[in-house]
T-cell receptor
Framework: NAGVTQTPKFQVLKTGQSMTLQCAQD?????MSWYRQDPGMGLRLIHY???????DQGEVPNGYNVSRSTTEDFPLRLLSAAPSQTSVYFC?????????????FGPGTRLTVT | AQKITQTQPGMFVQEKEAVTLDCTYD???????LFWYKQPSSGEMIFLIY??????QNATEGRYSLNFQKARKSANLVISASQLGDSAMYFC?????????????FGTGTRLKVLA
């Protein structure tokens, strides 16, 4: 099993550009999430999905869109990049809504917006 | 509202000594799970230990144990016999029902440095 994979690992964007961060998992997990990590702020939830076709907003959803057309994939789209979106982005998955299930994280994408 | 608080931005510990990393939480749900993750300088997030709200005993995983005090809403991580490889960022996290969303929330983390 590859676990949770994310591409790209690094990305530099200019203000106003759009892009999609890819996330895939091969564990048949129902629950997937996107976080951003900024210094001193821990991990903040952007969007999450409890299953294919179902997504919802987290704590900091503005400027980001998601979709979940398959169980495996959960891409994150930046609509019009801004310098405030410079961050490290993590995708994570867990088996389902069970409270005992830990999340498995991807390796992260380091995004810089100039 | 859900909240996780880690009040120690940074900690130092001597190699082979034990260290406690603090975590307090707030939730109105009676059912919840508490998690600790380690993030080394390489950046990946590594799951360490889990404690359920109804668990009677404190969780242990090798050198990691979770000091769970439900009445005080605290879930401190204890690392025994610290090793240089334990130097990392540590995050406390909670998952509860939260109106059916089952979201995880994270604290701001504690950076641990193990000294030789």
């Amino acid at each position: 099993n590859a676990g949770v994979t994310q591409t790209p690992k690094f990305q530099v964007l200019k203000t106003g550009q759009s892009m999609t961060l890819q996330c895939a998992q091969d564990m048949n997990h129902e629950y997937m999430s996107w976080y951003r990590q900024d210094p001193g702020m821990g991990l903040r939830l952007i969007h999450y999905s409890v299953g294919a076709g179902i997504t919802d907003q987290g704590e900091v959803p503005n400027g980001y869109n998601v979709s979940r057309s398959t169980t495996e994939d959960f891409p994150l789209r930046l609509l019009s990049a801004a310098p405030s979106q410079t961050s490290v982005y993590f995708c994570a998955s867990s088996r389902d809504r069970g409270l005992a299930y830990e999340q498995y994280f991807g390796p992260g994408t380091r995004l810089t917006v100039t | 509202a859900q909240k996780i608080t880690q009040t120690q931005p940074g900690m130092f510990v001597q190699e082979k000594e034990a260290v406690t990393l603090d975590c307090t939480y707030d939730t109105s749900d009676p059912s919840y799970g508490l998690f600790w993750y380690k993030q080394p300088s390489s950046g990946e997030m590594i799951f360490l230990i889990y404690q359920g709200s109804y668990d009677q005993q404190n969780a242990t995983e090798g050198r990691y144990s979770l000091n769970f005090q439900k009445a005080r809403k605290s879930a401190n991580l204890v690392i025994s016999a610290s090793q240089l490889g334990d130097s990392a960022m540590y995050f406390c996290a909670m998952r509860d029902v939260d109106s059916g969303t089952y979201k995880y929330i994270f604290g701001t983390g504690t950076r641990l440095k193990v000294l030789a």
